[in-house]
């Protein structure tokens, strides 16, 4: 977990281009419309939707195009209807690769993410073959130059967090799937900002990976997540603050 959410870090870090900010909307209100079409319209009665119009505020989408992804999902308005699909596979230096897609061609998306598979040396594998690798907790990131860290973990844990931990200039909190809002809702209740708050896939285990690997495996993720389809990319890499440094210079 250590080497991918560094990962993370550093791409959070990144200026955010015309261009990758359209692509990011994109991913956002396909959330949006999905989660709204799944579980309905109204935030307060479905905690997925909650969580992506949560997350696509945090990104400044005006709040029109919020509102017309709802309208999408619920049937309001008329728009293209996607599916959710999950390919897996192992990258460079074995690091197991779990990609969550949302489609309107899922022939075309699985095209496409075996040809990139391709380029960096990857491969696809079959239903289950790394999803078992993995768990689905709540992730919240606070600020850690701005909070005190024993008031974070001690808000966190009350709110049934299970575990915190620093990463640079982060605190990484986790916990269970279902217990997202309440944790995030209790640090916002204490004062504390919160940056960022999803439901994730963890790996139980981590995989080394270093040199040449490293720079393959990162270059890798960025082509996938750079892709319309590919809503999330998860792995279970560990890579050193060392090699990362050298792989994203």
């Known amino acids: 977990m250590a080497g991918h959410s560094k990962w993370k870090q550093i791409k959070r870090k990144k200026a955010v281009t015309d261009a990758r900010r359209g692509a990011l909307f994109t991913k956002l209100i396909r ?4 989660a709204a079409k799944q579980g309905g319209g109204d935030p307060a009665g479905n905690a997925r939707l909650r969580t992506a119009i949560d997350a696509a505020k945090a990104e400044n989408m005006p709040l029109d195009n919020i ?7 619920t049937g309001e308005l008329e728009g293209v209807t996607y599916e959710e699909v999950t390919y897996e596979g192992y990258g460079p230096g074995g690091a197991a690769l ?21 380029r960096y040396g990857a491969n696809l594998g079959a239903a289950n ?3 078992w690798m993995f768990d689905r907790k709540a992730q919240i990131t606070v600020d850690a130059t701005r909070a005190g860290e024993e008031a974070v973990m001690e808000a966190a844990l009350d709110a049934g967090a299970e575990d915190m931990m620093r ?7 986790t916990g269970p799937a279902g217990r997202l809002h309440l944790i995030s809702e209790q640090l916002k209740a204490k004062k504390i900002a919160v940056q960022a708050a999803e439901i994730a896939l963890l790996p139980k285990s981590t995989v080394k990976v270093d040199g040449r690997d490293a720079k393959q495996l990162l270059a890798l993720i960025e082509a996938l997540e750079e892709m ?6 998860s792995s279970n890499f560990d890579i050193d603050a060392e ?3 050298a792989a994203t210079a």
């Open 31 to 34: 959330e949006i419309t999905i």
């Open 67 to 73: 509102e017309r992804a709802v309208k999408k999902g």
């Open 98 to 118: 779990l990609i969550e897609a949302t489609t309107d061609n899922a022939n075309r998306t699985v095209a496409e993410i075996r040809h990139v598979f391709q």
């Open 129 to 131: 073959s790394v999803a």
């Open 167 to 173: 990463e640079g200039d982060v605190f990484l909190i």
């Open 228 to 233: 319309d389809d590919v809503a999330k990319v």
């Open 243 to 245: 090699a990362l440094a």
